[in-house]
């Protein structure tokens, strides 16, 4: 079906989309306030604020729409017009943070007041030029009413304390689901790594176990990271997220110190040089993982260096045992 291009709509349609916009714009603004309320207190206010101030608006434009048409709006809606302004699906921007709602909040406002000015500008109607004009400056209103807004509720001390909650956040969803899959990921696929190369001292083999043990472990451990709760109670993220993170770094953990068995068996001394390289990046592999835990986790680095190397060189030295047995 042809849109009706915005030139051609007429003064009461465009004000009914307008009253339109405005409505869903508020339920929108208020949708992110009971979203973050509870997580992020200061920012659900500016949100309740925003809100309210759109159904002021759309109260102040359809008391001009029954002034000068009635009380019946036209059956008209935004995606019968070409161009005209497009909100996204609410749970594909709540799902992403704060951050991501107030940053659509701005690029709300700044498409409303753009679209709104432009199509002033190319309007040879006076009277629709001036109502298009009058639309533009009422969202170009809202756009300084929210930096005010963020002025008012977002205080130093408020903003300190969403910052202190995002980085709890983002250790809950991301670095603890993360961590624990590239310790199990590292650790666990030691011993039938070096296992199969010293049971076989063929490179080729090698790796292909490597593969195998990373990503069968990759799998099982996202599986179990996204099964282990849903996040409601624990703020712990959605499970999808967490699982993606920690099955993604469980496989990256073994592939590490599988890689340096793709030294091609035809080399000479080239098992023994593959099994240096990968001992090596066992190492590193487990003092990084030491040093996450001690930034992240408030756990001492020594401690954690501990814990993680002598845990880690254990599996390693039983790889080497069994496969030399």
């Not at 992110?32 to 604020?49: I, N, Q, W």
């Not at 943070?97 to 940053?103: A, L, S, Y």
């Not at 292909?208 to 099982?220: E, P, R």
Request: aromatic residues 10%; negative net charge.
């Amino acid at each position: 079906m042809a849109l009706k291009a915005f030139a051609d709509l007429s003064e009461k349609e465009i004000l009914a989309l307008a009253i339109a916009s405005e409505e869903e714009d508020s339920r929108i603004y208020q949708a992110f306030a009971d979203e973050v309320r509870e997580t992020y207190p200061h920012s659900g206010k500016v949100f309740d604020d925003m809100a309210e101030e759109e159904r002021g608006h759309r109260t102040m434009l359809y008391d001009l729409f029954r002034t000068k048409f009635g009380e019946h709006l036209p059956p008209i809606r935004r995606e019968d017009v070409k161009g005209f302004l497009k909100r996204r699906p609410i749970w594909t921007i709540t799902a992403l943070g704060v951050e991501r709602m107030r940053r659509e909040a701005e690029i709300m406002e700044y498409q409303a007041a753009n679209f709104y000015a432009k199509a002033a500008e190319q309007s040879r109607d006076l009277s629709v030029r001036q109502l298009l004009t009058h639309l533009a400056e009422i969202e170009k209103g809202h756009e300084r009413k929210a930096g005010e807004l963020a002025e008012t509720h977002l205080t130093g001390d408020a903003q300190a304390e969403e910052e202190a909650t995002r980085q709890r956040v983002f250790l809950l969803q991301y670095v603890q689901p993360g961590l624990v899959g590239l310790m199990d990921g590292s650790v666990s696929t030691l011993a039938p790594l070096f296992a199969a190369a010293f049971a076989t001292h063929s490179n080729w083999e090698t790796f292909l176990v490597g593969v195998a043990a990373s990503i069968g472990a990759g799998i099982s451990m996202g599986f179990a990271e996204a099964l282990s709760d849903d996040g409601s109670l624990t703020g712990r993220g959605t499970p999808w997220i967490r699982g993606t993170v920690s099955g993604l770094m469980t496989a990256i953990g073994g592939l590490g110190h599988t890689l340096p068995y793709l030294v091609p068996d035809s080399w000479p001394n080239a098992f023994w040089i593959a099994t240096s390289i990968a001992c090596v990046i066992v190492l590193i592999e487990l003092w990084v993982i030491a040093w996450i835990r001690a930034k992240y986790m408030d756990t001492p680095f020594l401690q954690a260096a501990f814990q993680i190397v002598v845990g880690g060189v254990l599996v390693f030295l039983a790889g080497i045992f069994i496969g030399s047995a």
